[in-house]
């Protein structure tokens, strides 16, 4: 029992971060969509070629932290799951081996968001971001899945 009360205290104290961000991110979302059109241009302001690199610069960072965080989600959760599995087999006695299944479950549960992590770090890299705003200063565009993502808070003020 004292395992799965310190399970669920641990679940709570690593979820409370998120909720609050995901707050402020919706307060932050109801508060631009006044001010970008559904294609994802800012509206109003008039943006400057230098205000444009250091969004992207922005935008790229808060990417990869992203990224870093939602790793740092799934390996608590594999860490947490791995051990409940082992206090629970413990306080069971059970005389069955789970290690295999444990160690698949955790697998699953650290696997899945450090692959999805892994992918938007590799969309995101600094490797990109040079490549991006390399062809940007050079007079090309931005790329469709860039410009979409630039919203107003990642301008300067």
Same mark, same amino acid.
């Given at each position: 029992? $004292?395992?799965?009360?310190?399970? &669920? !205290? &641990?679940?709570?104290?690593? !979820?409370?971060?998120?909720?609050? %961000?995901?707050?402020?991110?919706? #307060?932050?979302? $109801? ?11 800012? =509206?109003?302001?008039? =943006? =400057?070629?230098? +205000?444009?690199?250091?969004? #992207? ?10 990224? +870093?965080?939602?790793?740092? #989600? ?9 051990? @409940?599995? #082992?206090?629970? %087999?413990?306080?069971?006695? !059970?005389? $069955? +081996?789970? =290690? ?14 450090? @692959? ?10 600094? %490797? ?5 705003? +390399?062809?940007?200063? %050079?007079?090309?565009? &931005? ?15």
């Amino acid at each position: 029992m $004292k395992h799965i009360l310190l399970f &669920l !205290s &641990l679940i709570g104290w690593l !979820s409370l971060p998120v909720c609050a %961000q995901n707050a402020l991110v919706s #307060v932050a979302a $109801k508060a631009e969509k006044s001010a970008v059109t559904p294609a994802g241009n800012i =509206t109003g302001a008039s =943006t =400057t070629h230098a +205000d444009t690199v250091a969004a #992207v610069h922005f935008l790229f960072r808060a990417m990869r932290r992203e990224a +870093d965080e939602v790793t740092i #989600v799934g390996l608590s959760a594999a860490a947490a799951f791995v051990f @409940l599995a #082992v206090g629970l %087999q413990n306080w069971g006695r !059970s005389e $069955k +081996d789970y =290690t295999a299944p444990t160690i698949l479950g955790a697998a699953i549960i650290g696997g899945g968001p450090a @692959l999805l992590a892994s992918g938007k770090r590799r969309r995101f890299s600094e %490797q990109q971001e040079r490549t991006v705003i +390399d062809a940007y200063n %050079q007079g090309g565009a &931005l790329p469709a899945n860039i410009t979409s993502r630039l919203r107003k808070h990642y301008f300067a003020k």
